[in-house]
């Protein structure tokens, strides 16, 4: 099993970042950049993955894949911002895992085609989390960490 990862579901507006060591969650957050000018929400992101990278020491990157949207200003944004994230686990020489948005959801829920709903409620069994106010991508980066170390057990 990879013994740590960071997890991500990517976003140009938020993007959830999630920490295992092992199957342990460590940390997960939804990181809002600060700035509205796109570069440098870009930049943002590139620098979080690099404080959270030195703070738990990930071995390992795991991104859910682009799903496109019917917006395709949103799609290329959301894809711009993947490409920030690659080049920066290249960067940081870390090995880089993708999985689509149904082989998060069988990993985590069972079945491909669960809902945000499911996906949060499987999430919440799964791991054990504080109780606090947490988005969409905190849960969504929490699900590819989840789909990433069941794909990667050594039996």
Do not use: W
């Not at 990862?5 to 939804?30: K, N, W």
């Not at 859910?64 to 080049?87: H, M, P, Y």
């Amino acid at each position: 099993m990879s013994k740590s990862v960071i997890a991500i579901d990517p976003g140009y507006d938020r993007v959830g970042f999630a920490l295992f060591s092992g199957e342990t969650l460590q940390h997960s957050e939804c990181f809002v950049p600060k700035t509205k000018d796109f570069s440098e929400r870009l930049k943002a992101i590139a620098e979080r993955i690099c404080e959270l990278t030195d703070e738990f020491k990930p071995e390992s990157l795991a991104m859910e894949k682009l799903f496109f949207s019917n917006n395709a200003k949103t799609a290329l944004q959301v894809a711009e911002a993947r490409g920030a994230i690659i080049v920066t686990a290249s960067q940081l020489g870390l090995p880089l895992f993708e999985y689509s948005p149904q082989e998060v959801k069988i990993a985590v829920a069972s079945v491909g085609n669960a809902d945000k709903k499911q996906v949060i409620a499987m999430v919440e069994r799964l791991v054990s989390l504080p109780p606090r106010k947490r988005f969409d991508d905190e849960y969504d980066a929490i699900a590819v960490g989840l789909c990433h170390q069941a794909h990667h057990r050594r039996f």
